[in-house]
């Protein structure tokens, strides 16, 4: 993930910049919050750690502007100052989180993984096919915008399917992605929760979406396919 961290005390910046390069992250470091504003405005961030006393401009004024232009990256803001007054601030410019100085890398890493996780999520869009749909965020699936209930197995053996649309999915290739690497392929477990699937997703609706192609495996699909 890309992270742009803005922050005038050299020490803490680069203390926050080794420790993310270290769990795999690229880091950029601006020292003020003009060019740090600028940086956040022309690159493309998974994430801004923002101070909030800072040279130039601050980080409320800079996280009041980038969101003003659009930018939705998420910003978790640092400040010296635990107060209530300071968080609120924080948040009602556009911040999504906020951490008070001194604080542990483990607490920091912490609330950078949590963001990203939220937004890897809100970057995931619909997956769909014909009339089905699968929300990955929600988990929720419609099909012509009917809401079908699925268990945890059959809601992951159908994003499976819907990621590898019009691709022929043998049974082992299903067994190591929706169950795991030790599934027994001759087992009869996937045939019995694609038979509980078409019975959610396909019955009552037009066309088929899911086919199988003896001896291969399944395929997901709004066209027949030849077998
Ligand atoms: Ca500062």
């Known amino acids: 993930m890309k992270i742009l961290v803005v922050e005038d005390e050299e020490r803490v910046a680069q203390f926050i910049q080794k420790g993310l390069q270290e769990e795999g992250h690229a880091v950029d470091v601006s020292a003020d919050g003009e060019d740090g504003g600028f940086l956040a405005e022309v690159n493309d961030y998974d994430l801004i750690i923002l101070d909030l006393m800072l040279p130039k401009k601050n980080g409320l004024q800079v996280c009041r ?3 003003e232009h659009g ?19 924080g ?26 996780r939220r937004q890897s999520e809100t ?12 929300d990955p965020m929600s988990r929720q699936v419609t099909r012509s915008g009917k809401a079908i209930r699925v268990t945890t197995k059959e809601y ?21 992605h929706v169950w795991d690497m030790n599934f027994d392929p001759e087992s009869n477990v996937i045939d019995v929760y694609i ?6 997703i396909d019955k009552g609706f037009e066309p088929a979406l899911i086919h199988t192609l ?4 399944y395929i997901l699909s709004d066209n027949a396919p030849h077998s």
């Open 65 to 67: 502007e980038i969101r």
């Open 71 to 89: 930018i939705i990256t998420p910003v978790l803001m640092l400040t010296a100052r635990d107060s209530v007054e300071d968080k609120v601030r």
């Open 91 to 116: 948040l009602d410019a556009g911040a999504d989180d906020y951490l008070a100085k001194p604080f542990a890398f483990e607490e920091l890493l912490a609330r950078v993984r949590a963001l990203l």
């Open 123 to 134: 970057k995931t869009p619909t997956l769909k096919i014909a009339d089905l749909e699968l």
């Open 156 to 176: 992951a053996l159908l994003e499976y399917l819907l990621r590898n649309p019009n691709k022929v999915l043998s049974r082992t290739l299903i067994g190591e």
């Open 195 to 200: 038979s509980h699937l078409r019975t959610k």
């Open 214 to 217: 003896r001896g291969q495996g």
